[in-house]
């Protein structure tokens, strides 16, 4: 059981799984909006289905896309899985990340190649860095201690001033 004034969360139970791998991918609420587009599209297929039946192949495509690409973080490296193609990167062979202002997050490998990191964000640095095994910093922890250093170094400066100033004894009233 804990409280509210324990600093850290207790230990984890032994019967407690820690996550080994983490799956970033596109959220299947996405084949709702794949769906919207399939029935968009009947009343055009409708008109010729022999000729426009073939248009049936867009949503079909678009929700194996969903369906398929993710960005796999594991304690050994990241599993990449496209379209069509998939690659396993090794932590020894990564050198840095990119996060563009648009778009999906890039690799700067050691042989000097950069690698797309399927559906990942900026956003999703913290599940990357819990996943990681230490290798990748979560910014936003990282912050928070720092947040929490500062407060914690101004409340002492604070005491230490109320201290100093509450021991001198003023000249004037011996």
């Known amino acids: 059981m804990s409280s509210s004034s324990q600093p850290v969360p207790p230990n984890s139970s032994s019967h407690t799984a820690e996550p080994i791998e983490q799956s970033i991918h596109i959220s299947k609420l996405g084949l709702l909006a794949v769906g919207l587009l399939a029935i968009c599209l009947s009343p055009i297929i409708l008109t010729n289905p022999a000729l426009l039946s073939v248009l049936l192949v867009i949503p079909i ?61 900026f956003g999703r640095l913290p599940q990357i860095a819990a996943a990681s095994g230490g290798r990748v910093t979560d910014p936003y922890a990282a912050a928070d201690r720092a947040a929490r250093e500062k407060v914690a170094a101004e409340r002492a400066a604070a005491e230490n001033d109320e201290t100093e100033s509450g021991t001198e004894s003023d000249p004037g009233t011996k």
């Not at 899985?81 to 996060?99: A, D, L, T, V, Y």
Request: glycine letters at 6%.
């Open 61 to 121: 495509v678009v929700a194996w896309w969903m369906l398929r690409v993710r960005t796999t973080v594991t304690t050994d490296g990241l599993r990449l899985r496209r379209m069509f193609s998939s690659e396993q990167i090794e932590w020894s062979q990564i050198k840095g990340f990119r996060f563009p202002k648009q778009g999906w997050a890039r690799a700067d490998l050691t042989d000097g190649r950069e690698v797309s990191l399927p559906v990942v964000t």
